[in-house]
């Protein structure tokens, strides 16, 4: 994925200007431009979208339970986190920046879409396939791990090599992996389905998870002192976001999501050719 960005940024630098955006074709919406606040003439569904985009990017803790339970020194979980966070600020700020001073009003997302020579855009694509299979792998494998516990419960097969065992992991894993292609051939546009996955996910585990653990540990002493105070007024604000997030942001995903089809998107499972 690192080679990609790197690609993209090289191209999306280096040709004269890009090649399609969401309002058409260059230059059918102007000039390159980019702006730091939304444009006049921004409506709701697509600011709400822009920032479900964001907050999907910048809510990894979905996996974070799971990953602490396998390591092999959990105390040591605050420094891969720190870790994280400094890597994930730099990748998620840096690269997309440099990107929209010269996408502007053309990003799309993905943003090698954007690219306007086709040379560009399939050597950007091409080294995006394995990193998004990997990133699908570990996405697949959280979600069927908590499934198949659920499912076995305290059954022996949950731990052992038998036939049972393997069968309820591989029938759990074809079921999920059957459930994202459905979505994936339904929602025509990565950054819409993006944002139905912030909205209606990202809002629980990166915000309402956090305000209720923060409430089950503290719920005897939320107002205790000036600083235990300071805490629970934050975390009331998290929960506050994570509702919005999942009320009108899931209204705004569903919106942008018949949008698309009100145009000119092609129909779920299509057999068009969309090859570069």
Known sequence: MGMAILLFLIFAGKEAAP????????????????????PAGTGFVAAMNAVLNITFLWVPQILFPTFISEMEHPKDFPKSLAVLAAVS??????PPAIGFRYLG????????????????????????????LVIGVI???????????RIMGSSHHAHSN???GWGAWAGVMVVI???AFIFAEVIPSMGDFLSLLGAAFDSFFGFIFFAIAYWQMYRRELFKGPYRSAKTAFHIFVMLVG????????????????????????????CADLSI
């Open 19 to 38: 090649g399609y955006g969401y309002n058409g074709d260059y230059p059918t919406a102007g000039p390159v431009g980019t702006y730091a606040f939304p």
């Open 177 to 179: 992996w059957f459930i």
């Open 243 to 270: 509702l919005f997030l999942l009320g009108p942001g899931l209204y705004a995903a569903v919106e942008a999501i018949k949008a698309d089809y009100a145009g000119s998107t092609r129909p779920g499972f299509s």
């Open 139 to 149: 996405y697949a494998n959280v979600s069927a791990k908590f499934l198949y516990f």
């Open 105 to 132: 009003q053309y990003a799309t997302a993905p943003a090698f879409g954007s690219l306007g020579v086709v040379a560009y855009k399939k050597a950007s694509f091409a080294f995006v396939i394995v990193p998004t």
């Open 89 to 94: 600020g730099f990748l998620f700020i840096v």
């Open 162 to 164: 038998t036939i049972i």
